[in-house]
């Protein structure tokens, strides 16, 4: 009804680019079906995910994989993940391998990028409304994963073994005309466990409305400020304005969350002056990572179209600098490599999964990279 896709027919390799299933066709026909290693990257810098999806896709074939842990953050030209084995046994999954990766990765990577501008202010994932319905839970996982501190879609959330948090839309205001009435009615109804957050832009400015919500409030916890940008024009003085009349009336302990088109450079600015951030398209329609999937050996030679390296690859990382190095399989014993580890890990092994993919894991490997991003990239 909706336009989806279904689970077996992504895994069945049908959810792929057509000329992949005539080149099955031709190869088959021909008796051509060479051992093969096909590696995965990109031009770009981020953040991986999407390592555990691929696992699953592609469990239960003669096949081995090797890739990244979810949460890396690779560089221009590593490989992220390879596959090895016979190039029937996977050629018409490039299309949903590529697609699962790309996507997790660019959401985890735009995530990554917002908490890096963020600092210690909190950031949350609003944005599952500007997606189709069917992916929120690939967005609000892979926002977390990125580094986003919490995310608002419930049934994404619990997908992703996460709490929904969220605050209050303007229609329940609408639907009350007025607003006092609405918060108090939220505070009435809702448990003590969700935090009393008003929404304080909807007929009124801000400091009006802010002061409202702190003298009729009790446990008010923050106001959240979803200014429209027809009004904004000096957002910070307008939150700095909001700050000093709470302040003044004994409510420095309320917070103040703003919300509504927020991309980096606007988190990076609001920082100092306010507490959290709700970011919904930037982070939710994020670009795709641009991976492509290449055979780099087949029978044991090495193999490349223009543009690529040949060979099966390694990648040594040191853990205290972030710094790579990028060898040819096999060549590694003729190296230094004290204090590297590989990056390319087992994922499969004929067709068994063989690693585990939590999600906290990934999201903290992610953070623990933060500070030695350079700024070009963050
Ligand atoms: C929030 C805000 C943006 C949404 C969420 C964030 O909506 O207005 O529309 O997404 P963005 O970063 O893509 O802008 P609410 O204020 O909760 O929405 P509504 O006006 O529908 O109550």
Same mark, same amino acid.
């Given at each position: 009804m909706f336009g989806i896709i279904d689970d077996d027919t992504i895994l069945a390799g049908l959810?792929?680019?057509v000329y992949f299933l005539r080149t099955e066709e031709v190869l088959a026909n021909k008796g051509i079906n060479p051992n093969v290693v096909a590696e995965v990257t990109t031009p770009a810098t981020g953040i991986l995910s999407g390592v555990d999806d691929v696992a699953h896709l592609l469990k239960g074939k003669p096949l081995d994989v090797y890739a990244m842990e979810n949460g890396t953050l690779f560089y221009p030209r590593e490989p992220v993940l390879y596959v090895e084995g016979r190039y029937l046994d996977f050629a018409r999954y490039e299309t949903s391998i590529l697609g699962l990766l790309c996507h997790a990765s660019g959401i985890a990577t735009k995530a990554f990028k917002i908490k890096a501008a963020a600092g210690e202010k909190r950031v949350v994932s609003f944005?599952?409304?500007?997606?189709?319905?069917?992916l929120a839970g690939v967005i609000e996982k892979n926002a977390y994963l990125g580094g986003m501190d919490g995310v608002s879609n419930h049934a994404g959330a619990q997908l992703a073994g996460l709490q929904a948090e969220g605050t209050m839309p303007h229609a329940l205001i609408i639907c009350f005309g007025e607003q006092v009435k609405a918060w108090q009615s939220f505070d009435d109804v809702m448990?003590?466990?969700?935090?009393?957050v008003c929404l304080c832009?909807?007929?009124?400015?801000e400091k009006t409305e802010s002061v409202l919500a702190c003298t009729n409030?009790? #446990? @008010?916890s923050a106001v959240r400020l979803d200014t429209p940008s027809s009004r904004r024009g000096d957002f910070q003085a307008i939150v700095n304005e909001v700050r000093w009349e709470m302040d003044i009336r004994g409510c420095s302990n309320v917070e103040i969350f703003v919300s509504g088109g927020l991309d980096e450079q606007d988190v990076r600015d609001l920082r100092d002056v306010v507490d959290g951030f709700g970011v919904g398209s930037k982070v939710a329609s994020a670009p795709p990572i641009d991976f492509a999937m290449d055979i780099v050996e087949k029978e044991g030679e090495f193999v490349a179209k223009r543009g690529k390296l040949g060979g099966k690859k390694q990648i040594y990382r040191d853990?205290?600098?972030l710094d790579d190095m990028i060898l040819l399989s096999g060549?590694?014993?003729?190296? #230094? @490599?004290?204090?590297r580890e590989p990056?390319?890990?087992?994922?499969?092994q004929d067709g068994k999964i063989v690693a585990d993919f939590p999600l906290e894991k990934a999201r903290e490997l992610a953070l623990s990279q933060l500070k030695f991003c350079e700024e070009s990239f963050i």
């Open positions: 959810s792929t680019d944005g599952s409304r500007r997606q189709h319905p069917c448990p003590k466990d969700v935090p009393r832009d909807t007929y009124a400015d409030i009790r #446990d @008010l853990w205290s600098t060549t590694e014993e003729k190296l #230094d @490599l004290e204090g990056l390319l890990v087992p994922v499969l």
